[in-house]
């Protein structure tokens, strides 16, 4: 980068074609983990993926800014000769990919926005729903985890299982992702986490809707899990705000891909194929 920061990335497909198709991953401060959707489409255009700076195999010490982040993207796309991409984000990844968009809409030509981005009051409502689906003791466990100020790896482990198995509609099935995901995610960047997440509370995404919506894309959408703990009733509002068709997935959480497969499987490849057509 022309910071001299080394991102790793990832190609699928034809790089030759175009458009391509970009997806950002979420967190703040994950590595890539959309292994499984990327060759969902690979086959319709190219598909790109990166481990955002500080995570993953692209390692980085300092201070994150969605500045920072959505230059990164804009740099990533001048190395791939990708002038204008289709972004696909999840999670915190439609919120860069929102971002981006604000910033540069002519090098936007879709976006599919997968589990996000969630803005005005949605915590409270995400917390209740958390708090409904763990037992007591949990719950308990889970808060003492968090006060800890250092953690063991098994602790941090246990600690991102907790965090993450209520992002599933399946209890049982969602602790084993959870417990898979908290080990194969690692480690989490917690300063990046904390320091995206103060500059999210400092200029809120929400504040930036009427621009946004200006600036989108003739071909952008919005896909949630219906029991994502996080209220499809968030989602529900955002779609009208934007002016934004909202596909809800029935029987599936936060990571819709792992739940209902297939259902994801045929939303990505319309809308890849309909951006194609168009």
Do not use: K
Request: charged share 25%; with cysteine.
């Amino acid at each position: 980068m022309t910071d001299e920061a080394q991102l790793r990335w990832m190609a699928l497909g034809d790089t030759t074609r175009r458009p391509a198709v970009v997806m950002l991953h979420g967190g703040p401060g994950l590595p890539d983990y959309l292994g499984d959707v990327a060759p969902m489409v690979a086959d319709l255009a190219p598909v790109y993926r990166y481990d955002q700076r500080g995570t993953g195999q692209s390692p980085w010490r300092g201070r994150h800014s969605f500045a920072r982040h959505v230059d990164d993207l804009a740099e990533l796309l001048d190395a791939w000769d990708v002038p204008r991409a289709v972004l696909i984000g999840h999670s915190y990844g439609t919120d860069l990919a929102s971002r981006f968009c604000l910033t540069h809409p002519d090098r936007v030509a879709a976006m599919l926005l997968m589990c996000g981005p969630f803005v005005g009051d949605w915590r409270t409502g995400d917390r209740a729903e958390r708090g409904r689906r763990m037992s007591a003791a949990q719950l308990e466990r889970l808060h003492a985890l968090e006060e800890l100020p250092h953690r063991t790896e098994e602790q941090e482990v246990e600690l991102l299982t907790l965090a993450w198995f209520t992002d599933h509609a399946d209890p049982e099935r969602g602790w084993h992702w959870a417990a898979q995901g908290a080990r194969r995610r690692r480690p989490v960047n917690w300063a990046m986490n904390s320091e995206l997440g103060a500059a999210g509370r400092a200029d809120p995404l929400g504040e930036h809707l009427a621009e946004l919506r200006a600036c989108l894309p003739a071909r952008a959408e919005l896909l949630g899990g219906v029991d994502d703990p996080r209220p499809v009733s968030a989602l529900e509002s955002l779609a009208l705000r934007l002016d934004l068709p909202l596909r809800r997935v029935e029987d599936a959480g936060h990571e819709p891909w792992l739940e209902q497969p297939n259902t994801v499987r045929a939303h990505l490849r319309r809308f890849v194929q309909g951006t194609l057509g168009s």
